[in-house]
């Protein structure tokens, strides 16, 4: 599966409408996972010969025109009698279209359905937002604490550095068990005096 | 009234920490049975139950932390006390020379060093990999050291930690300083219990300790 961004950063300019049909540009999967970027326009694969309507869901093969970063998600339109929609995938990216239309005059249904989902997966989204904005107010209180403690870190690590390169030449723990299992594995019972501190 | 004791054998008998502090006495422990588990012989029971013990709460997913003491107890530990550390060296070193160097280990190490430092370090890189090895232990077996905080800014944090500390050893007498701190600290970790081999640990009140005979 490609990925929309890449895609639209490689795509042509948009098409005129008349080339539009007969243009030989890109099948795209229309994709979910790419936050904040949809496909402004496309075209169901059976506007270009193949299959049928039906293919007008979310991961069906389209001819995209292009993509634009968009603001909201909760959009969409449609140019149903010439088989065109713009579907507007928003920030959490996944779209699902539950039923397929069978034909273009249940399109206005099936529209209005998912408008509704739509909207219920916004509202459910600001209610999210509210609260990410109340938990940013929680930790903008201790921002200044925790500036000055990675600046206290930082200034930490430039002062222990310089040794550290100097000291740990050595140093390898990354080894060191093995070479402790080998050498330190006891043969017989420990002393006496360590039993007891044991 | 003492603290809450829970054998590691009754562990599934209560309800299951989220956080667990770890004394020295315990990873000591531990470390012990990871370096002579082929041969058990050697292991005692309590050598068994810390290794059981330590594999329930890490397949419970039981968070496993310890502090600067922790570690630093457990490094001395590896370093000087176990068989073939640096007292045991200076022991050693003294039968060769035919002298006596100090009535105790300490001193016996404490001499060797300042009589014939050359010889001491000589020593000394024979076991130098124990410091390494602790270290990675520590990380292998997912014990996370979560005290002291990183910063001269949150010096009342630590300063609260020792009032504690100093609060709970002057309470009880079956208490080391050193306990004390890890109890203090365990608290200001929000750990729910201790897990450790010091039964001492058992006479301070309100708190929840986890161990074994």
Redo the contacts between chains.
């Keep these: 599966m490609r990925d929309l961004m890449t895609e639209y950063n490689m795509a042509p300019e948009p098409f005129e409408t008349s080339q539009r049909l007969k243009s030989k540009s890109r099948i795209y999967k229309l994709l979910g996972g790419n936050p904040g970027y949809v496909c402004e326009s496309y075209l169901p694969t059976a506007s270009l010969g193949v299959p049928s309507e039906t293919e007008i869901c979310y991961g069906a093969d389209i001819k995209a025109e292009k993509f634009k970063k968009v603001s909201q998600w909760n959009e969409l339109y449609g140019d149903l009698d010439n088989r065109t929609a713009f579907v507007v995938i928003g920030t959490t990216g996944t779209v699902t279209f539950d039923e397929a239309p069978s034909s273009p005059s249940a399109y206005p249904r099936f529209v209005s359905g998912y408008i509704n989902q739509l909207q219920k997966r916004n509202q459910s989204l600001e209610s999210r937002v509210g609260t990410l904005e109340s938990q940013l107010a929680e930790v903008q209180k201790f921002l200044p604490?925790i500036k000055?403690?990675v600046y206290?870190?930082e200034s930490?690590l430039c002062r222990v550095s310089a040794v550290k390169t100097e000291l740990g030449r050595k140093?390898?723990?990354?080894e060191?068990?093995k070479?402790?299992?080998e050498?330190?594995?006891?043969?017989?019972?420990?002393?006496e005096?360590?039993s007891e501190?044991? | 009234m003492a603290a809450t004791g829970i054998l590691f054998a009754d562990y599934a008998k209560h309800p299951k920490p989220t956080r667990l502090y770890l004394d020295s006495s315990f990873v000591?422990?531990l470390l012990?049975y990871?370096?002579?588990k082929?041969?058990p012989?050697?292991l005692k029971p309590k050598h068994h139950d810390s290794f059981a013990f330590y594999q329930t709460l890490l397949s419970d997913g039981v968070d496993l932390a310890g502090s600067i003491l922790t570690y630093t107890e457990v490094l001395h530990h590896y370093c000087f006390?176990?068989?073939?550390g640096m007292y045991e060296l200076a022991k050693k070193y003294f039968v060769t020379t035919g002298t006596i160097g100090g009535s105790t280990?300490h001193d016996k190490y404490k001499t060797f060093l300042k009589k014939d430092p050359v010889a001491c370090d000589a020593a000394w890189q024979t076991i130098a990999?124990?410091?390494?090895?602790t270290?990675?232990?520590f990380?292998?077996h997912k014990i996370v050291l979560r005290s002291p905080l990183?910063?001269?800014?949150?010096t009342n944090v630590t300063k609260d930690v020792l009032n504690y500390a100093s609060i709970l050893k002057d309470a009880f007498v079956a208490l080391e300083a050193s306990d004390c701190v890890h109890l203090s600290l365990a608290h200001y970790l929000d750990s729910d219990a201790v897990a450790t081999l010091d039964l001492g640990f058992l006479t301070a009140d309100s708190f929840k300790v986890y161990y074994t005979n």
């Design positions: 604490t000055k403690l206290e870190h930490a140093y390898d723990p990354v060191a068990w070479i402790a299992e050498r330190d594995a006891l043969s017989s019972p420990p002393p005096d360590y501190l044991m | 000591t422990t012990f990871e370096l002579n082929t041969n012989a050697i006390y176990y068989p073939g280990a990999y124990r410091v390494a090895a270290e990675q232990f990380s292998n990183p910063s001269p800014f949150l």
